[in-house]
């Protein structure tokens, strides 16, 4: 398919651009393949370079013979253009609606992006599974790599190499990956050095009604136990969830069939509930009423902070079982591609300085995220704007990121990121030139041949001029276990992240609140 | 004296808010001025004391197995729980402190007992620090337009005030309307003066059937009139006791606590300050009008109102002297009521409301939206705020001027003022920079700021429930940096003039002495050590299946403790009382160059602390 079919026309003149707190501009607006651009024509610079995919919804609307196309972007900003001649406006309507929506995954931007910077480390190698194993095979050897997923045969959603108990064989995984949801059986997510416990995370077991077991599977985590030990499973749904699953073939351990382990529900909602919560709270945000009742009440209504509460509450038990009690863990939901993944690397936020360093919580992102099969491309499709709603669209990976967020306010020296990196990952999950967060696991990836075809974020993002603005100047390398508090008053909005869309704020606060600060402390700290 | 029935009772138990089944079992004190709790524990003897002017309320609970609770929540919002096993014992205790609470007269405050150890000529220093002729002085005041009124420097514009004109349906008062004038012509910039009534337009028009109200736009050549509905009193009070409810709340859902917080309306009446401060001050610097600010009475609403504005307008303000200056200036010369509001003295419940808390708050709110533009931080107002109700120094004693000169207030007792500056260390914001383009000119915000601008301050509200706050403090950590750099500096210094001497020597001496000089000892700066080893909280919540064999809580000893040190350095923060228990130490108390101690998570304590929280099957 070409692009020019869907471009019907490529560039039109006398178009203003409005923004919030820029004054309007007035230019050309081009349309290429990937790209919205508008152009004031002086000094060559250009006023806004969109890419299409960062498109959620457009609205379109007409006085006379002007239209105006209202942009609304997947990281919440609002945009709008007054485009000159009707049909003009409707051509160039109908071309960003399709080519914001295109179904092929080969013809996203990353498979025609051709990076301006030399590319120093690639990214793509940057975190390999065998050296992330290596960093903590010196102080256990009872891990193993495993390669039994070579073939994306076992499991679909794994990569080809995952960390399992020594003791057992890959013929066991076959069975046990039978026994588990989306063949998600049982592997290592974390190794506390400090008492060599471990997180492990898997899907559900198939139980169903009739209490179906699996010797293997129990062989499995139980060789994760010391003599004499108990382990805790967290499920993350509530009992009655985990009980209703059994119908559809799911379910939980049974006490009797695991006795050494202790089960703990933790229930965090999922799919369109937090879909519906963000569409809520962006919504919220954008009010315009200026009444601070009507505020309170939207952002109680949309339940975000709440979901931030339960997730963060989750993921400080987790740590709590594995730091303070000595015990191993298990946590999984129904798939184990979502909330489990927020409550394992939550987790390992909390218990491991590592994954507070820039590269550790790169690798923390590849490991628990990306290679953990998180279904990027289903889950950020859409954002809070879209009219069309998928079930599986969620803002798991945007939950995460508010909660590190939580943790970092609490502990402002602890993290060698800041605030902006954090944001740069939620506007890449959605909108990209690089393949990292394209396709939704590495079976996937592998298919679409993304490590030739596409550059890596992480070889954008670890250059020493790129890395300086997402460094956190405060940061002290802080080797404790980090006790973030998750009561209400401790967890407020993340205005920035969650709030990029407000016209008359964010803005101006960006530039007010980080970047003054940020000058400011740079000046004290290096004088 | 003789309102203490008991005092002294022993084994008494102090309860931890947090997880209410660790309580320190210890002896309580009743004193003139303090109530003071002495843990048994022979390792920590720690203390709690209470000024008895803080205690808001009393509240004897139902007597239980363990004895009998007496609960007494205070005006800076700490909150205390006893259990005392004597009913006998606990009504003496209760009888003493609602009589202890209430005193009748000025006489029985803590400041006409307190005594900081400074000699006459220095309390006399304390109370010239903050002059207002020197401020009017300051504000280019008296000139040929003005004589001593209320004004800001840059602009002929000015912000007047007053309370209500008693006009009732048609009464005129020509004095007056000739006055507005005179205060439009005082100002050559513009042909109008704003009127800005802070009251809400049907608590006004009510005020017209008792002969009061407002001006009439047809009676006064050349006013803008405008109101601005903040509430009165009695809502605010109200408001404030919801909010605090909502923050006593044990382990609330987070729809309980937004909920709460909204049902309070506390932010909404933020807002609505704030919304008149802002409006006043795009008044006078963007359309360079002058306006005449009333309430009711002019000493509330009118106060608020007045002094955000200067804070916007005029950067002085925003130093930490010219905050003294503005409190001083807005609020205790121009009568505002702090005895009735902050019920120093046994008075009419109704008259009580948080006026200057809200001020403060307002200013808390900038700060977070401004944060290189005030000198100051938000110790420095927690800290104000602790002292309007403490009654330790004279400076928020009595109802007026008139009532201060009369009681001798500057010959009996010191100055907060003083007091602050002397610590100034402290209150100092490491990111404000005088030179700095935002700390310059009028702060702009947006005309109708968005509602999310406006948070909620835990800071303040929870400000004993340390577990809640932040665990590292980026002011402190920046402070620390720069006393480091000055130390550095100053080192380096004295080393290049010794370098200097050596020099000479050896140019003198043709026998040359390597004098070696002694390696730094500053081992490097960090705060890795125990600055944050903080321990888990009850993130089991209710779960049946988790094992806690207790429903407790994180183990953080909320710092209810004041030692007696800091008591007598009246320092009313507690952050210098560092809570050694829970491992959570407060930086400010750390020195510099911390890097001395090896990072240790599992003190001995922390591991006691564990135990509370998990508890084997």
């Known amino acids: ?527 | 004296m003789e309102h203490i029935r008991t005092p002294k009772v022993e084994n008494v138990r102090l309860v931890d808010r947090v997880s209410p089944k660790k309580a320190a079992l210890g002896t309580l004190y009743l004193t003139a001025t303090h109530v003071i709790f002495v843990e048994n524990s022979p390792d920590t003897r720690k203390e709690t004391w209470i000024l008895h002017s803080q205690i808001s309320t009393i509240e004897k609970q139902a007597t239980t197995a363990t004895g009998c609770p007496l609960l007494i929540r205070c005006k800076n919002f700490q909150i205390i729980q006893l259990i005392i096993p004597q009913e006998r014992d606990c009504h003496d205790v209760y009888i003493s402190l609602i009589r202890l609470a209430r005193p009748v007269k000025y006489e029985e405050l803590y400041c006409f007992s307190f005594n900081p150890m400074l000699d006459k000529e220095e309390r006399e220093q304390g109370w010239v620090l903050i002059d207002l002729s020197e401020e009017y002085k300051r504000m280019g005041l008296p000139n040929h337009h003005w004589q001593l009124s209320d004004v800001n420097r840059d602009y002929r514009a000015s912000i007047c005030r007053s309370s209500q004109p008693l006009s009732g349906f048609s009464a005129r008062c020509l004095e007056d309307e000739q006055m507005l004038q005179a205060i439009r012509k005082a100002n050559p910039g513009s042909d109008f003066v704003y009127v800005v009534d802070t009251r809400p337009k049907l608590n006004a028009m009510a005020n017209r059937a008792a002969g009061k109200g407002y001006e009439n736009e047809d009676n006064y050549s050349n006013i803008k009139f405008q109101f601005i509905g903040i509430e009165n009193i009695h809502v605010m009070r109200n408001s404030l006791q919801k909010m605090l409810e909502v923050c006593e709340l044990k382990s609330p859902s987070m729809s309980d606590f937004l909920w709460g917080l909204e049902n309070s309306g506390w932010l909404r009446h933020i807002k609505a300050i704030m919304d008149a401060g802002i409006f006043i001050a795009k008044a006078v610097s963007e359309e360079g009008a002058s306006v005449l600010v009333h309430c009711s009475d002019g000493w509330d609403r009118t106060a608020q109102v007045c002094s955000v504005a200067s804070l916007l307008l005029d950067p002085h303000y925003r130093t930490l002297k010219g905050f003294m200056v503005l409190i001083e200036k807005d609020w205790i010369s121009f009568g505002h009521k702090f005895n009735h509001r902050y019920g120093n003295l046994d008075g009419d419940p109704k008259e009580i409301s948080p006026v200057i808390d809200q001020f403060i708050e307002c200013v808390w709110q900038l700060m977070e939206q401004f944060p290189c533009a005030f000198e100051f931080n938000e110790r420095f107002l927690i800290h104000i705020q602790h002292h309007i109700y403490s009654c330790q120094f004279g400076n928020f004693l009595c109802n007026s001027q008139k009532e201060r000169r009369e009681l001798k207030i500057q010959e009996r007792t010191y100055s907060l003022w003083a007091h602050l500056w002397k610590n100034r260390a402290d209150y100092l914001n490491p990111l404000f920079r005088a030179d700095h383009s935002q700390t310059q000119g009028t702060l702009h915000l947006p005309t109708a700021p968005c509602n999310f601008m406006y948070k909620f301050w835990s800071g303040m509200y929870n400000r004993f429930e340390k577990g809640m706050q932040p665990r590292q403090s980026v002011t402190d950590y920046l402070m620390a940096v720069k006393e480091e750099t000055q130390q550095l500096e100053e080192e380096l210094e004295a080393l290049e003039e010794r370098l200097e001497k050596i020099q000479k020597v050896q140019l003198n001496c043709t026998k040359v002495k390597s004098k070696q000089s002694e390696p730094s000892k500053h081992s490097g700066f960090s705060t890795s050590d125990n600055s944050i080893a903080n321990t888990p909280q009850d993130y089991s919540g209710n779960t049946k299946s988790f094992p806690s064999r207790s429903p407790s809580q994180g183990d953080e000893d909320s710092a209810l403790i004041l030692t007696q040190d800091n008591l007598k350095s009246s320092d009313p923060d507690l952050s210098a009382n560092s809570d050694q228990e829970s491992g959570v130490e407060d930086l400010s108390c750390r020195s510099p160059s911390g890097g001395e101690h090896a990072p240790s998570e599992d003190s001995g304590k922390d591991r006691d602390s564990d135990e509370a929280v998990f508890l084997t099957a």
């Open chain 1, 1 to 527: 398919m070409e692009f020019a079919e869907l471009i019907k026309t490529p560039r039109v003149d006398n178009v203003v651009l409005h923004r919030p707190f820029y004054p309007a501009v007035e230019g050309t607006l081009c349309l290429t393949g990937h790209h919205l651009i508008l152009s004031s024509r002086q000094d060559n610079t250009e006023e806004l370079w969109l890419l299409h995919s960062n498109i959620d919804a457009i609205d379109k609307r007409f006085v006379g013979s002007l239209g105006t196309i209202i942009i609304k972007c997947k990281d919440f900003r609002i945009i709008q253009l007054d485009i000159p001649g009707m049909e003009e406006c409707l051509n160039i309507a109908s071309s960003i609606e399709a080519l914001s929506t295109l179904d092929s995954i080969t013809l996203m931007y990353p498979f025609f992006y051709r990076p301006m910077f030399e590319v120093i480390e690639d990214g793509w190698h940057s975190f390999l599974p065998e050296q992330e194993f290596e960093l903590y095979s010196s102080a256990t050897s009872e891990w193993r790599l495993s390669y039994v997923n070579k073939e994306f045969a076992v499991c679909p959603s794994y990569p080809p190499i995952v960390t399992v108990p020594k003791s057992i064989d890959d013929e066991a995984l076959r069975k046990v990956a039978t026994f588990r949801h989306g063949g998600r059986f049982p592997v290592l997510s974390y190794y506390h050095k400090k008492n060599g416990m471990v997180i492990m995370r898997s899907g559900q077991p198939l139980t169903g009604t009739n209490g179906r077991r699996c010797k293997e599977d129990e062989k499995l985590i139980n060789a994760t136990l010391r003599a004499g030990k108990r382990g805790y499973i967290i499920d993350t749904r509530s009992l009655n969830v985990a009980q209703q699953a059994r119908a559809k073939g799911g379910g939980f351990e049974q006490e009797a069939h695991y006795p050494q382990w202790r089960r703990i529900h933790k229930s965090i909602e999922r799919y369109h509930i937090l879909q519906e919560s963000l569409i809520k709270l962006v919504e919220a945000c954008n009010d315009q009423t200026h009444n601070m009742d009507r505020w309170l009440s939207k952002l109680e209504a949309s339940n975000w902070l709440t979901h931030i509460k339960e997730i963060l509450t989750a993921a400080c038990l987790a740590a709590q079982c594995i730091d303070r009690e000595g015990a191993s863990i298990l946590i999984h939901g129904t798939e184990g591609t979502d909330s489990t993944l927020q409550v394992t690397s939550l987790a390992q936020i909390i218990l491991e300085p590592r994954s507070r360093t820039i590269r550790g919580f790169e690798a923390l992102i590849e490991r628990e995220w990306l290679q953990a099969g998180h279904p990027f491309q289903q889950r950020c499709a859409q954002s809070a704007y879209c009219n069309t709603k998928q079930k599986w669209e969620a803002p798991v990976f945007l939950l995460f990121l508010d909660c590190v967020w939580q943790i970092l306010r609490q502990f402002p020296c602890s993290f060698e990121f800041n605030e902006n990196f954090l944001i740069m990952l939620f506007e890449h999950a959605y909108a990209s030139q690089f393949g990292t967060f394209l396709g939704n696991n590495e079976s996937e990836r592998c298919k679409l041949k993304l490590q030739q075809k596409t550059m890596s974020l992480w070889s954008w993002v670890n250059q020493p001029g790129e890395l300086s603005k997402f460094t956190n100047p405060l940061f002290e390398a802080n080797n404790l276990v980090i006790w973030p508090s998750v009561a209400p008053q401790s967890l407020p909005l993340w205005e920035d992240g969650v709030s990029l869309c407000h016209p008359d704020w964010s803005a101006v606060a960006r530039s007010r609140l980080t970047a003054t600060s940020v000058s400011q402390v740079q000046a004290i700290l290096l004088p």
